[in-house]
């Protein structure tokens, strides 16, 4: 278990409003990703880290800032909620084993935006 | 950018068939990644190949590189094998390398 947690897992806000989601990791990963999951879509990287205070845009970033402050958290903030972004938002970690790539996925977090 | 395709996109069977879900892809890869997603869950890594086969089970993953294609198969499926399948495939590029398909809603009868 590679211990990744999100918070909060689920939350309702209004249009406007700031909101911030937490993945917390336990094991010292470099690699942190921010994805959304909608309806009809494919999972779509929103950002990325690979270090602490290095942090990089995604295909879906627009409306969404990251902070990398220390190692084991990676925080995704709307500044302005839209409804546009009501969605699952999932948060992993990468993992090479072996030479290999492996992933691991937060629970989840879902928003729902009014 | 890799194009990824699942199919089918929905798939209901009964309890005991032989299950394939297929993803197809559309540039060269380096691995390829089967996740598997239940109602209201999180996303779980099943499998994860570059060549040949995997087994795990009742779960079979193969991938045929040359074909850009890779299959999952379920034998003996069972209703908690209910779920969304999800295909990403790491070729590199973008800032974390992986397309991932739509998924394969799979719901198995008793």
């Known amino acids: 278990d590679a211990g990744i947690t999100q918070s909060p897992r689920h939350k309702v806000t209004e249009t406007g409003t700031p909101v911030t989601l937490r993945c917390h990791q336990t094991?010292?990963?470099?690699?942190m990703y921010w994805y959304r999951q909608d309806p009809g879509h494919g999972l779509r990287l929103i950002h990325y880290?690979?270090?602490?205070?290095?942090?990089d845009k995604g295909e879906v970033s627009d409306g969404y800032s990251v902070s990398r402050s220390k190692t084991e958290d990676f925080l995704l903030t709307l500044e302005s909620a839209t409804s546009s972004q009501t969605s699952v938002y999932f948060c992993?970690?990468?993992?090479?084993?072996?030479?290999?790539?492996?992933?691991?996925f937060g629970a989840g977090s879902r928003l729902t935006v009014l | 950018k890799n194009e990824v395709e699942q199919s089918p996109q929905n798939l209901t069977a009964q309890e005991g068939e032989f299950i394939t879900i297929n993803c197809s892809y559309s540039?060269?890869?380096?691995?390829l990644h089967w996740l598997q997603q239940h109602p209201g869950g999180g996303i779980v890594s099943l499998f994860m190949?570059?060549?040949g086969k995997k087994k795990h089970g009742r779960l079979i993953a193969t991938i045929n590189i040359q074909e850009k294609h890779s299959s999952l198969h379920i034998t003996a499926s069972h209703p908690r094998d209910s779920a969304v399948y999800i295909c990403?495939?790491?070729?590199?590029?973008?800032?974390?390398?992986?397309?991932f398909g739509k998924g394969t809603h799979l719901i198995i009868q008793p």
């Open positions: 992993a970690i990468r993992d090479s084993i072996a030479g290999a790539n492996v992933l691991t």
């Open positions: 094991e010292n990963h470099r690699y």
């Open positions: 880290s690979y270090g602490v205070k290095d942090t």
């Open positions: 540039v060269g890869i380096s691995a």
């Open positions: 190949l570059s060549s």
């Open positions: 990403a495939v790491h070729s590199g590029g973008g800032a974390d390398g992986l397309t």
